[in-house]
């Protein structure tokens, strides 16, 4: 359901809920100096990313470019251009797990869901990216899902930890199914 | 006053200077890429970097500012290894198509690599695959021959349209208009001031040379040139002349042996401009139209308006520019007057503009004008040709659009189409009026406001170029703070004499004269020689109004000469 909201997102404003937060938020944020960041920032916290019309809406509710929003969001990693999966992979790239091998472990989990990093899955259930060290290096090689910290991982490892979640979503499909019979 | 040393030459210069700009006082000079003057100051090219007491570490001469007793070195060891392999470093994303590229021989990156005895290729970077962006007729950008010194992008902000800024992060890094949208797509206006602010040929204009040529060189074809009224204010720039140097003579001599071709006076269909809009003018204050009228002679102005802000198109003039003007006098009233089939007469427009490239293609304009050439293509032509330029005779242009008033010269510089219109606003008004000059709309000020009183009637004028003073004026309008009858805009900062499609000068040119000032001069002092000051006293625009549109605005003037404008509001 989110997910749907989010695709819309590309074309218009989200729900009007989404549309209401982002404006509310430009407009008490905006005679503050430098106030781009943070509101780049909450927005992607109500959409889950950075579509063209969001962006649109944060330059002319500002009164700049949009290509100077858009170059602070391709600026930093944290912004994302694409609607991220309900389930975040994030592959720790930082130099303990590099040298422990997380290229590998990352390009297993790209394999696996058929997307690269950066992307998220048609199904908008999984999408990954790629970060510099959760602060687990004892654990290394270490990849996060959502809140979840994976450690000592192995490329074998990926598929079973993946499918879980894939299991997990059915379950609750299933009982969805059930309780609206 | 502060008082520092330069390579150990003593100079004084007051607080808040940076070491450049003492630097200049004492004679030496500092090799600079992104550094612009009134364009672009950030300190981010490190080609600038010099040895200064009590900072650690080289320091950027174009931000760092002097202090007491400060000695400065700028050509250290450390300074010129430095600069070497900064220079190194951007070769090796440098695509080095020198042979060719336009910009090889006033190119800041060639001079400067030489200067300083580069290796192109010691560094080896990634290979150079990005696609050339041809998508928009005025502009061509080539990303894989930027250097990122921003100087196009803080151009582009400076003229409030921000169409292209830097993407990405680290090597990556590159500029681009956001989502990677092609310039046609962008909110891009056409102007041009990228390209002149470009140190390299990353930017260039969108050339329709061998067009030209092949029109020449078709038997069944005649081809007509015109040229606009600040081109012969800036060519004599590309053969090594002095700014502000005015070779009209010259420039119709030079057209004339590039084949069988008529040359025209573009500052003809300026005056036909002035009769229509200053009549336009009084229409709308007499018959109470929507005010204040702004100017439609700068197509990247009309462009900025129907993306920017729709909402004054009302108050655009509904006159066609001059070059657009020309053009339609040439495919209805020259053709039939001369039996000629206007489906074989080519049209070419020599402009100092990159917008009017896309305005001939604009689907209401039928076409009329086939090839709007810039000032640097045209130079391009007579270097082709193999004309040596400052031995030519001075030439007449050719007849019937040959004498023009001193009011169609001055409508290459800010203030020039204001004061045109003003002197023949007020002699129509009033037939005593015997005032032609009005100096307070003349220079290179932002904005400038002034007020007339002719024959009862207020008229409260501003002109502003540059479209980020544009912008400004727009906001003293809409939010009520200024009320005025008449607005004239250029887009390009200075007027057409500082346009897009104007000869590039070396930094070190660009970076000390007033360039604005100095060509604007020239077609002053065009304006001041001629008996004909108003564009209403031109013999020709007199012929035209007896032989075809009978009046200024008749049903037939507004069929050739006016046009409409459509909202295509952009973010």
Redo the contacts between chains.
Sequence with gaps: MEQEANCKACETLGTPEQEAQLKALIEESKSTPGCLMHILQEAQGIYGYLP?QV??TI??GLG????????VV????QFSLTPKGKHKISVCLGTACYVKGSDKILAEVEKELGIKCGECTEDGLFSIDSCRCVGACGLAPVMTIGEEVYGKLTPDKVKGILDSYVNAEKAATAQDEEESK | MINLKINHIPVSVPEGSTILEAARLAHVEIPTLCYLKDVSCVGSCRMCLVEATGARGLVAACVYPVSEGMEVLTNTEKCRKSRQMSLELMLSKHKKECLACERAGNCELQRLSIEYNCDPNYFEGEPLTHEIDYSAPYVVRDRDKCINCNRCVAAC?KQS?????????GYNVHI????EMSLME??CVGCGQCIVACPVGALKERTTVDEVWSAIADPEKKVVFFTAPSVRATLGEAFGMPVGTNVEGKMVAAIRRLGDVEVFNMDITADLTILEEANELIARIKEGGTMPMFTSCCPAWVKFVEQKHPELIPNLSTCKSPQEMFGGLLKTYYCEKNGIDPEKLYVVSVIPCTAKKYECHRPEMNGEVDAAITTRELARMIKTAGITFASLPEEKFDDPFATCSGGGTIFGATGGVMEAALRVAAKTLDGEFEVVDFPEVRGTAPIKEATYSVAGITVRVAVASGLGNAEEVIRAIESGEKQYDFVEIMACPGGCVNGGGQPTLPDSMRNTLDLRSLRAEALYTSDRENALRLSSDSPVVRTIYEEYFEAPNSHKAHEVLHTSYKADKR?
Excluded: C, D, H, N
Aim: net charge positive; aromatic share 12%; glycine share 14%.
């Design positions: 063209m962006q649109k330059a002319e700049i470019s949009l290509s100077e929003v858009y170059g391709t600026f930093y990693s | 902000k349209v921000g169409a292209i800024g830097p993407i990405g992060r681009g208009s956001a989502f962008s909110v973010i």
